[in-house]
């Protein structure tokens, strides 16, 4: 039997328009323009807090910072910092708790790949409030009398990290010329408890007395110190730190 389109177009669909279909969206290299939408709590700025650097983890949701639970991390951290060393502090740097911001948005050029989500630093967060709060522009995610931003993203000549500058377009416009997709648009909601990995407490301490004991493969080998290369399954984190800061 030959594939029905029909129910491909709608798979399609609402894979683009049902809650974890967002995509993630990253500024590419250039020039931008993006519509942030409205979200039905009426805050389309979400916060959240992550760990990194630990082993091979690529990142995760802090349980202390989003959930107020056990933190095994945040507590080897923060002992970390008491320490006052150089290498301690560098250490607590790199494990501390990060804080990102994202938000739900309409790509232009790309409206038919539905909502995405925009990640995005402090800097560029506090941005946005201005513009948010800026009475000139009154609410930019209005569907029908917002404005679209346009995001330029680049390193400048010289510069190690690039640069996000955002400028709001003189002209209010409609979220989309299309009433359908308009109401599509809008009714999608982002699961954000479900978009992020979350560690229980028990996970944490787990990971990071593997990541200690240097038991997370050669990529986090070099991230724990020598001193901890003999250390065993049964130390707490607390005989690691001693260990660690000697």
Known sequence: MAIDLKKMRAKLSALHSKGNGSKFWKPPEGESVIRIVPSQDGDPFKEFWFHYNLGNNFGFLSPKRNFGEEDALDQFVRKLWEDGSD???????????????????????????????????????????????????????????????????????????????????????????????????????????????????????????????????????????????GLEKSYSVDKAFAELVG
Not at 90 to 113: C, D, H, I, Y
Not at 126 to 139: A, I, K, R, S
Not at 195 to 223: H, I, N, W
Request: one cysteine or more; glycine letters at 6%.
């Open 87 to 229: 290498e301690s502090r560098e250490m607590a740097k790199k494990l501390m708790a990060k804080q990102r911001f994202f938000s739900p948005v309409l790509v232009r050029g790309e409206e038919n790949e539905g909502v995405k989500v925009w990640g995005f630093s402090k800097t560029v967060y506090e941005n946005l409030l201005q513009l948010v709060l800026n009475p000139d522009y009154g609410d930019i995610t209005d569907p029908h009398d917002g404005t679209d931003l346009v995001i330029t993203y680049g390193k400048a000549p010289g510069a190690m990290y690039p640069n996000t500058i955002i400028t709001a377009r003189r002209k209010s416009s409609k979220l989309c010329d299309d009433k359908e997709m308009t109401k599509e648009v809008l009714e999608t909601e982002i699961e954000w408890d479900a978009l992020f990995e979350r560690k229980t407490p028990e996970q944490v301490s787990q990971m990071l007395d593997e990541y200690l004991l240097g038991e997370d493969g050669a990529d986090s080998s070099d991230e724990s110190t020598a001193d901890n290369a």
